[in-house]
T-cell receptor
Framework: SAVISQKPSRDICQRGTSLTIQCQVD?????MFWYRQQPGQSLTLIAT?????????ESGFVIDKFPISRPNLTFSTLTVSNMSPEDSSIYLC???????????FGSGTRLTVV | GEDVEQSLFLSVREGDSSVINCTYT??????LYWYKQEPGAGLQLLTY?????DMKQDQRLTVLLNKKDKHLSLRIADTQTGDSAIYFC?????????FGPGTRLSVLP
């Protein structure tokens, strides 16, 4: 099956700092998706990252808070900036590998902000 | 490594029941989830089941868990056109989330 390597798997961060989450895919994909799952809630789409263009953010999410990089077709990063305890969540990246293979998800980053 | 498998496609007629199946490899899962993704939207949590349960029913949704066979299913009764979406099963065993590839459910009139 397809592989996404997501790092770090978990982190505990101080309020006001930033954390960058990386996702590396084992093949080239056009679109990568970043999700957040806050405790007790559904996965919420943060943004869609296309290579070579600015990420498209969903309502309620802004680039200054969640800057995304997509330098090539196999890699993306999501930064959670100026963190507060409300940012404590699981963050997941995902790709669609076409109708033949379906979606693949990273294993998630469990972030705790103290 | 851990793996979750699903059939990628399912077509049913409106009014029939849909059964979406999922198999997983890690037996230490604490929670197993079903998510729905409608076009252009993020994943919506439909339901979840604790690993010590065999069945959970919530309105039109029935989740069955067979731990021995590591098999999870989602049954949607009286399937409607609004149920057309991609359905993901996922397991959370404390260390990681592992998602299936998603089953694209098409509801035919």
């Amino acid at each position: 099956s397809a592989v996404i390597s997501q790092k770090p798997s978990r982190d505990i961060c101080q309020r006001g700092t930033s954390l960058t989450i990386q996702c590396q895919v084992d093949s080239q994909v056009t679109m990568m998706f970043w999700y957040r799952q806050q405790p007790g809630q559904s996965l919420t789409l943060i943004a869609t990252a296309n290579q070579g263009s600015e990420a498209t953010y969903e309502s309620g999410f802004v680039i200054d808070k969640f800057p995304i990089s997509r330098p090539n077709l196999t890699f993306s990063t999501l930064t959670v900036s100026n963190m507060s305890p409300e940012d404590s969540s699981i963050y997941l990246c995902s790709v669609e590998r076409g109708s033949t293979y379906g979606y693949t998800f990273g294993s998630g980053t469990r972030l705790t902000v103290v | 490594g851990e793996d979750v498998e699903q059939s990628l496609f399912l077509s049913v007629r409106e009014g029939d029941s849909s059964v979406i199946n999922c198999t997983y490899t890690d037996s230490s899962s604490t929670y197993l989830y079903w998510y729905k993704q409608e076009p252009g939207a993020g994943l919506q949590l439909l339901t979840y089941i604790f690993s010590n349960m065999d069945m959970k029913q919530d309105q039109r949704l029935t989740v069955l868990l067979n731990k021995k066979d590591k098999h999870l299913s989602l049954r949607i009764a009286d399937t409607q056109t609004g149920d057309s979406a991609i359905y993901f099963c996922a397991e959370d065993y404390g260390q990681n989330f592992v998602f299936g590839p998603g089953t694209r459910l098409s509801v035919l009139p």
